[in-house]
């Protein structure tokens, strides 16, 4: 299956994208962590802006970031002047490159975009191929059973300020395709003198699935957590924030 083409949509404006999902502090600290607590090369895949990657690389880290939006590696490369972060365009279920990584993550909830079994088997291949042998592995997931999954009508969802100053206010709908497992969600954007709307898709995976998916496809789970701050993963956390590593024998 193809990733959804609408679910680029929420990626035509890296520069308000940051403004509007930017400065998730403690996230960028449990991947600087995790990352030079397994020395050697990290790649991010699905790294949009480089919203994480680009702390990392400050912090020393040699980052590899790839996406297959190309407006916001375009954004990434401008923020990471100076950097010796490199960005490449590449969709995570294809892409093939002759380094090896000592770690490998997506974040933004970015495993979700996967919206089959065959997409989230082709993402585990690469991320497989690509480590090092004991390589880590880590992302996070919204779990389903800490998430409302009724399809609501629009409600406000929060704000932030844009490029130019302009307060912008967010609201959206959400349905919920219980056959797929998939969400679909609208988001609204209103300046004021201008509306937006895009369109986004994620898929949600309980845990026992995903514990069979990760183990069935060359990997050992060693730690879930629920928050940045690595408070353990519970049946109803709302995120599942996962590490494992490379098994050298699938």
Not at 61 to 88: C, Q
Not at 131 to 137: A, D, Y
Not at 182 to 204: L, N, Y
Request: aromatic letters at 12%; a negative charge; hydrophobic letters at 35%.
């Amino acid at each position: 299956m193809i990733i959804e083409h609408n679910n680029l949509e929420e990626y035509l404006d890296p520069i308000n994208y940051d403004l509007e999902f930017g400065g998730e502090i403690k996230k960028y600290h449990f991947y600087i962590e995790l990352a030079k607590s397994n020395p050697g090369e990290v790649l991010e895949l699905a790294c949009g802006t480089g919203l994480t990657t680009i702390p990392l690389s400050q912090s020393g880290i040699n980052m590899t970031g790839v996406d297959i939006a190309t407006t916001m590696l375009e954004y990434a490369r401008i923020k990471a002047k100076g950097l010796s972060a490199v960005f490449l365009d590449g969709d995570a279920r294809t892409f093939k490159s002759e380094k090896r990584f000592s770690m490998i993550y997506l974040t933004g909830n970015a495993f979700q975009a996967f919206l089959s079994d065959e997409d989230q088997i082709c993402l585990l291949k690469t991320v497989y191929t690509h480590l090092e042998p004991n390589g880590v592995f880590a992302f996070e997931t919204r779990n389903p059973l800490g998430t409302d999954l009724s399809s609501q009508e629009e409600t406000t969802w929060g704000q932030f300020i844009d490029k130019d100053g302009h307060h912008v206010k967010v609201s959206g709908t959400q349905s919920y395709d219980e056959t797929n497992h998939i969400m679909h969600w609208v988001t609204f954007r209103d300046w004021g003198h201008k509306k937006s709307t895009s369109r986004i898709a994620c898929r949600f995976t309980d845990n026992d699935t995903l514990k069979s998916m990760l183990t069935s496809n060359g990997f050992c789970i060693e730690s879930q957590y629920s928050e940045w701050d690595k408070t353990p993963f519970s049946t109803f956390s709302s995120s599942i924030i996962t590490v494992c590593r490379k098994v050298s024998h699938k």
